[in-house]
């Protein structure tokens, strides 16, 4: 079955350093997206992105956040200069936008951040 | 904006038990609705979901969801629960006629008793 990939599982990083996320989406689909669940908190919106533009965000997703889709695979979360409260999972998720599961989201297994 | 609640944030059964985890939801319009769930170090699988068909939707590993507009629900349940079910569980709902953007809620952790 094909599936989101996610990379790294876990990172620990100081506060104000730069961490990229990255993610590998299924090869077929066409949106793709960023979402964050703080420890004991709501899976939260961050941007959504589909021909090689943000189409959504969230206002959570600020001039700290940008997302680039360097190849025809690989969809990256930057964020810089992090802060403590920016500890979260961070899931990737695409879905086809046509055919059968259209609008159906397939999530990765997320990128646990530790800003310390 | 659409949203959703999940009432309790565990719910604990003993295995064999009946599961219910609740969800309600509150949109504008009609909604799509989903349940995702989330094992383990794995990503947020979706179970069903919600798109204006059929009120009674049966989702994988004997889960079911009912969709009830007039108390604005969409409550997972299974008849009889299996040690394998522990998990997170997500509601989600998305806006027809919208973006494509699922708005979720905090989830509910199931957990099986022996």
């Known amino acids: 079955e094909p599936e989101v990939t996610q990379t790294p599982s876990h990172q620990v990083t100081q506060m104000g350093q730069e961490v990229i996320l990255r993610c590998v989406p299924i090869?077929?689909?066409?949106?793709f997206y960023w979402y964050r669940q703080i420890l004991g908190q709501k899976v939260e919106f961050l941007v959504s992105f589909y021909n090689n533009e943000i189409s959504e965000k969230s206002e959570i997703f600020d001039d700290q956040f940008s997302v680039e889709r360097p190849d025809g695979s690989n969809f990256t979360l930057k964020i810089r200069s992090t802060k403590l409260e920016d500890s979260a999972m961070y899931f990737c998720a695409s879905r086809p936008g046509q055919g059968n599961g259209a609008n159906v989201l397939t999530f990765g297994a997320g990128s646990r951040l530790t800003v310390l | 904006a659409q949203s959703v609640t999940q009432l309790g944030s565990h719910v604990s059964v003993s295995e064999g038990a009946l599961v219910l985890l609740r969800c309600n939801y509150s949109s504008s319009v009609p909604p799509y609705l989903f349940w995702y769930v989330q094992y383990p170090n794995q990503g947020l699988q979706l179970l069903l979901k919600?798109?204006?068909?059929?009120?009674l939707v049966k989702g994988i590993n004997g889960f079911e969801a009912e969709f009830k507009k007039s108390e604005t629900s969409f409550h997972l349940t299974k008849p009889s629960a299996h040690m394998s079910d522990a998990a997170e569980y997500f509601c989600a709902v998305i806006r027809s006629g919208g973006s494509y953007i699922p708005t979720f809620g905090r989830g509910t952790s199931l957990i099986v008793h022996p």
């Open positions: 919600y798109t204006s068909a059929a009120t």
């Open positions: 090869s077929n689909h066409l949106y």
